[in-house]
Nanobody, 122 residues
């Protein structure tokens, strides 16, 4: 079983950058594909990015492509989301998730963190 803890959120001005981290406590982290999702107030949770268990493959939502980069360090049981050129519409709670299926669908993921707030001011 994986326990996931996100960190790195905060308040940033438009055009700024943040790096989110997600630390996993289980022993099988490298067996999981990982995803980042976000949920803004009044909206459904949406896919942001995913990375394969080896880190060799990534996929991004069109809304963040070219601005966000997802990576992982299996030796540290951690995934990252580097967010550049942030926009006010990126404001949301960001969640990391672990799953055995390489998917952009939230229901494909088995474990979730508690989320970290990202607020981008205009």
């Amino acid at each position: 079983q994986e326990q996931l803890v996100e960190s790195g959120g905060g308040l940033v001005q438009a055009g700024g950058s943040l790096r989110l981290s997600c630390a996993a406590s289980g022993r099988t982290f490298s067996s999981y594909d990982m995803g980042w999702f976000r949920q803004a107030p009044g909206k459904e949770r949406e896919f942001v990015a995913r990375i394969s268990r080896t880190g060799g493959s990534t996929l991004y939502a069109d809304s963040v492509k070219g601005r966000f980069t997802m990576s992982r360090d299996n030796a540290k049981n951690t995934v990252y989301l580097q967010m550049n050129s942030l926009k006010p519409e990126d404001t949301a709670v960001y969640y990391c998730a672990a799953g055995l299926v390489f998917s952009r669908e939230a229901r494909a993921y088995d474990y979730w963190g508690q989320g970290t707030q990202v607020t981008v001011s205009s």
